[in-house]
C-alpha cells in the first residue's frame, strides 16, 4: 500500500519552489526551450535542468525532442502537462488518516 501522506508531500515538495512555479507558469500556453526559460528566469543552465527534471518526474512537464541536424544539435521544447490538476481537500486527508488508525 502507498503511503498517501508520503505521496502527497512529495507532490507539495516538488511545487513548493517558487521557480518550478514559474517554469509550469511560463510553459502553460506555449512550449519553451531551455534557453528560453534560463533567459527568461535568470537560472544558469545546470539549474534550471534540475528544476525541469523535478517536474517531468512527476509528470507536470512535458516535452518533446527535436534535432537540428544542420547545426547538430538536439533542442527540448517544455510544456505544462494538459493533465496538470492539483486537488487536495479533507477527503485527502480522510484517506490518511484511514492508513495511520
Given at each position: ?32 526551450t531551455s ?67
Open positions: 500500500m502507498t503511503d498517501l501522506a508520503e505521496k502527497y508531500a512529495k507532490i507539495f515538495k516538488v511545487l513548493s519552489h517558487p521557480v518550478r512555479l514559474k517554469i509550469l507558469a511560463l510553459c502553460l500556453l506555449n512550449e519553451k534557453r528560453e526559460l534560463r533567459e527568461k528566469l535568470g537560472l544558469s543552465k545546470p539549474l534550471l535542468i534540475a528544476h525541469l527534471r523535478k517536474l517531468v518526474n512527476v509528470g507536470y512537464l512535458t516535452y518533446r525532442v527535436k534535432v537540428d541536424e544542420e547545426r547538430g544539435i538536439v533542442r527540448k521544447y517544455y510544456k505544462t502537462s494538459e493533465n496538470f490538476k492539483i486537488v487536495f481537500s479533507k477527503e485527502n486527508l480522510k484517506k490518511i488518516l484511514d492508513e495511520i488508525v
